[in-house]
Structure formats: C-alpha cells, structure tokens
C-alpha cells in the first residue's frame, strides 16, 4: 500500500504562483512514475504533469512552460511549480503515483483556485 499525501494549494491571483508538494509513504520501493492531474470544475479529470523513475517529465498541453514537475527520490516526494496561473488552471489538483506492478494510487487532492 502507498500513501499519497498532498499539500500547498490555496487560492491565488493571476499571474501569481502556488508550489504543490506529495509526500508518498508505504510501498515506495518500485516507482514508475508520479505526477499530477487535475478536475477543474464540470469537466474531467487531465494530465498535469508526471515525472518517471528515470528523470524523465510529461506535461498536459496547457500547462507546458508554465508548470515544473520535480521530485526528490529520497523523500519520495514530488512538487509541482506553478507559475504564470491563469483562472482556468482553477481545480482539484490530485497527485498520483504508478508503481511497476502497475497499480495506481491517489492522494486526496487539494484546491487551487485562481481569481481573475
């Protein structure tokens, strides 16, 4: 079992810059990736961004230039920068971890929300 605990959502201006942190606990020792997606209100859930064992990062298409994923392999936690926020990076921000075994596991997630 793997736990996923998330923090540093919060609300934010335009333009302004929130840093995302997920600690994994438990199982940890066969991670393929971690990352983030986000549910922005009435639509579904995206990629956001992950970040694989081997270094190796991913971004969805709106966040790409503007979000940086990092990871710190011996906390096993992951952060998420975002900077330039725009009202549509407005959501539920839920961290994710895949292990090697193909098995998937969610943090709570965390608001962030973007005032115009």
């Known amino acids: 079992q793997v736990q996923l605990v998330e923090s540093g959502g919060g609300l934010v201006q335009a333009g302004g810059s929130l840093r995302l942190s997920c600690a994994a606990s438990?199982?940890?020792?066969?991670?393929?990736?971690m990352g983030w997606y986000r549910q922005p209100p009435g639509k579904q859930r995206e990629l956001v961004a992950r970040?694989?064992?081997?270094?190796?990062?991913n971004y969805g298409d709106p966040v790409k230039g503007r979000f940086t994923i990092s990871r710190d392999n011996a906390e096993n936690t992951v952060y998420l920068q975002m900077n330039s926020l725009k009202s549509e990076d407005t959501g539920v921000y839920s961290c994710t971890l895949r292990n090697f075994g193909a098995q998937t596991y969610w943090g709570q997630g965390t608001q962030v929300t973007v005032s115009a």
């Open positions: 438990g199982s940890t020792s066969s991670i393929y990736y």
């Open positions: 970040i694989f064992n081997g270094g190796t990062t």
